[in-house]
């Protein structure tokens, strides 16, 4: 928590700005690609970055693949979890939030920016209508963030069970999917520490449709979960 207060209180100058900004280009969005979008995300995080004196150590890049949307699926760690993947994913992303916490400062500011959705877990309108913006757009070739394990809670580097729901959106795009495994990005934002601290984020080779297409959702739930735990012990 010391590391996630002297950052806000660090990171006040470059905050405003994102929310200056973040105003700017939602009243000028023609002239914004979204590549410009994301470019100016990513800046932000790799300036939390600095600011936090995180070093992360990213692997597997390789098994993204180069053409066509997919929907990546990391583990739940904390606060620094999205901020990582942004930053190491270099194509443009969004990513999938519960509603209440997407208000927040700074999530808000990035779900507006990126267009991510915001899924509401009390309303099973506003969930449907989610899926279905994530699939089309997953269609066209959108690349999307989605948290199976939907929170965190003193998680650290243990992995809780996934929704199976969550692969929804992937199977009706049939599209990759890309298991995502974390490893200590749960320290950055939790440790009483201003240290320098290293995390790991493993982009793992993806299923295909076809390597799925005939597995029912809770199938496809404990393959990508077993995947990732099977990485996070390799690594520790």
């Known amino acids: 928590m010391l590391r996630f207060i002297i950052t806000f209180l660090i990171s006040i100058p470059s905050i405003l700005t994102l929310v200056w900004k973040t105003n700017y280009i939602m009243a000028h969005q023609d002239e914004y690609t979204e590549q410009d979008r994301y470019d100016f995300i990513r800046y932000f995080a790799a300036k939390l970055k600095k600011n936090a004196h995180i070093f992360t150590h990213v692997y597997g890049l390789e098994n993204l693949p180069k053409e066509g949307g997919y929907v990546m699926y990391p583990n739940h760690q904390g606060k620094y979890d999205a901020i990582g993947i942004f930053d190491a994913h270099k194509n443009p992303c969004t990513i999938v939030v519960d509603a209440k916490r997407s208000k927040l400062l700074l999530v808000d500011q990035m779900m507006r920016v990126l267009d991510g959705v915001r899924l509401d877990s009390s309303s099973i309108r506003n969930q449907i209508e989610g899926i279905q913006k994530v699939y089309r757009e997953v269609s066209n070739g959108r690349r999307y963030i989605i948290f199976p ?88």
């Open 149 to 236: 394990e939907g929170g965190y809670k003193d998680n650290r580097n243990n992995v809780q069970e996934f929704k199976p729901g969550a692969f929804k959106c992937a199977i009706k795009a049939k599209s990759p999917i890309v298991p995502v495994a974390l490893i200590d990005s749960w320290k950055p934002f939790t440790l009483n520490s201003l240290r320098r601290v290293e995390t790991q984020i493993h982009f793992l080779e993806p299923l295909n449709y076809d390597d799925y297409k005939d597995l029912s959702t809770q199938e496809i739930a404990e393959q990508v979960r077993t995947s990732i735990v099977n990485k996070i012990a390799a690594c520790l």
